[in-house]
């Protein structure tokens, strides 16, 4: 349910921390964004243009600061290999029908406890691992550079601006990609609509899907609809966001956009830089459109062991959040299947595990 109350004046501000707000955002959302698009056939432009319009259409529709951010799992796949990108779309795909029935038939409230926090923060830490393994493969393709890169990460570090390590060492991608294409030449991507023949539907796609949905299921949509209230003092359901993820990728991902859905470190991260309207995903859509139109050149000449130690930051962060769990040993469990077979084995094995633990302290086998 949308929350309007408070009229215009309190739905969209004008001040610094707007600003400050939008650029928040963007420290997970870009580093993952350039990835896709320097790892798979997805083009950046496009790509940024979906970002560009769902940043603008939930801040409206919503009426106040809103996540719009990557489907980590299914991104961090894709980058390491494991998903190709028919299969990457097909999952999008897949998890968006999945997610507007879930949020149409109001089942997420009757869902959320069979996908407990041990099994979120698992599939989070094996995300991070494959991640890391990717980030740290790709470094060694310029050893020089990617030291280069890390002394970046750790001025950041030591500057006491940690959350922005990684967006530094994308700023610094880009800046030898400029150099090394030497001119930008503007243009919008030109809309089209994906060819149906590129899908690939395989039980591969499926299984990354599940492992998607576990984390969407947690942090998307329950952790953020907590944030929302926390922090804006509006109400956005769990069935709400879910449905609203449902529609954002059965529109976005057939036009060539990545698998989006929101997410409670976005919304933590406009409020933590300043957000406290909507106006931040107005001028976040304003910049993802401005990127959208300079930026596709640099993409290609982005130098990949760059992109590696980026990948190594984005993995150090998604797993600091993972180890936050009530149960160490199944939240561990989780990500090394993840990490050693993939996320579709390992929500299975800890939906398992989180209802063999339930009848073990229940004694009935209530998930609750």
Partial sequence: MRTLDGGTASRFGVAWGEVTGAVGDTVTVLPIVVAVAALTDLSLGHILLGFAAFQVVWGLWYGHPMSVEPMK??????IAGGLSTGEYVAAGLVAGVALLVIGKTGALARLAPYVGEPVVRGIQIGVALILLRTGLTTS????????LAV???LGAVV????EVAALAVLG?????AFADVGTLTPRLPQLALLDPGALSLTRNAIGATAGQL???VGNAAVATSLLVDEYF???ASPDDLSTSMGVMNLLAVPLGAMPMCHGSGGVAGKYAFGARTATSNLILGGLYLLLAVVAV?????FPMAVLGVVLVLVAIELGRSGVDTNDPLLTGVVGVVALLVNVGVAFGVGLLGSYLLARVRDGDGDPA
């Avoid at 500057?159 to 940690?162: E, N, P, Q």
């Avoid at 050149?297 to 000449?301: G, I, N, P, R, S």
Wanted: aromatic share 0%; no cysteine; net charge negative.
């Fill in 159 to 162: 500057t006491g601006h940690r």
């Fill in 297 to 301: 050149d640099v993409v290609a000449a």
């Fill in 214 to 216: 576990a984390m969407t």
């Fill in 172 to 176: 610094l991608g880009s800046v030898l």
């Fill in 140 to 147: 060694l393709d310029a050893p020089a550079l990617a030291g």
């Fill in 73 to 78: 799992a299914l991104a961090a796949l894709v």
């Fill in 151 to 153: 002394l970046v990460a």
């Fill in 233 to 235: 003092d509006a109400e």
